[in-house]
């Protein structure tokens, strides 16, 4: 059984840095294409960043420069490193996995960012 959890989530106040952590079981991590999504209140879910199997990294535009995706392959994580953190990056904040198509997400982890 795959799971994936998400740690790390909180209130922060807008320039506030965040760091998430995502741990994967069940699953080959390292074979496995790991990604960050988010869903704020009233909207769809979107792309964060990804990361494949072999490092290379993907984002969307507007976190490209404030968010840092990054695996570790020996402990079956995805970290989620953010910066310069707005108002409008309040969100659920998912984990997602991605192995031969097969796609498998986490909980989530709420992040608020309000003074």
């Known amino acids: 059984q795959v799971q994936l959890v998400e740690s790390g989530g909180g209130l922060v106040q807008p320039g506030d840095s965040l760091r998430l952590s995502c741990t994967a079981s069940?699953?080959?991590?390292?074979?496995?294409?790991m990604g960050w999504y988010r869903q704020a209140p009233g909207k769809q879910r979107e792309l964060v960043a990804i990361i494949a199997s072999g490092g290379f990294t993907n984002y969307a535009d507007s976190m490209k420069g404030r968010f840092a995706i990054s695996r570790d392959n020996a402990k079956n994580t995805v970290d989620l490193q953010m910066s310069s953190l707005k108002p409008e990056d309040t969100a659920v904040y998912y984990c997602n996995a991605n192995r031969d198509g097969r796609v498998y997400w986490g909980k989530g982890t709420q992040v608020t960012v309000s003074s």
């Open positions: 069940g699953i080959i991590f390292s074979r496995s294409a």
